[in-house]
């Protein structure tokens, strides 16, 4: 069997689908790491990370943050069901800055009732959409 010359991707949230093409590999922050995608990869469903998706085109790039949920992996489809993602123009960069001011605020307090965990990945997801969005005042 030959392998496909492309993958289809789709990303889609609970609120709408960003991205339905075809494209030439994906990079996504699975939970056990980053890890790349190429037509004809073995099949595989892993939960997802905050981080970082791309996806190439030829020699085109296109960048993305992605917050929790799921990517199924097929020979030939890669499926992101994602509870958050934004493309890199999507982004309000004044907005994630602020997020992150308040999330590293909240760290560097010594509050009792402080949900740690929730403040840590409120400054990751701040510090995420900061590198996505720079990567798309880079190209353009």
């Keep these: 069997m030959a392998l496909p010359a492309q993958i289809n991707l ?3 949230t609970p609120d709408r689908a960003l991205v339905s093409q075809p494209v030439d590999e994906v990079q996504i922050p699975g939970a056990e790491g980053y890890f790349g995608v190429l037509p004809g990869h073995t099949p595989l469903l892993v939960t997802l990370e905050v981080g970082q998706l791309w996806y190439r085109v030829g020699q085109e790039r296109s960048f ?13 489809r890669v499926t992101i069901l994602a509870k958050v993602a934004e493309t890199a123009e999507g982004i309000d960069v004044e907005r994630a800055r602020s997020a992150r001011k308040r999330a590293e605020e909240r760290l560097t307090k010594r509050v009792s009732d402080l949900d740690f965990e929730r403040a840590r990945l409120s400054l990751l997801r701040s510090l995420i959409r900061l590198q996505v969005a720079s990567r798309a005042r880079i190209r353009g």
């Design 64 to 76: 993305l943050t992605v917050a929790f949920g799921f990517a199924e992996v097929l020979p030939d």
């Design 10 to 12: 789709e990303i889609v």
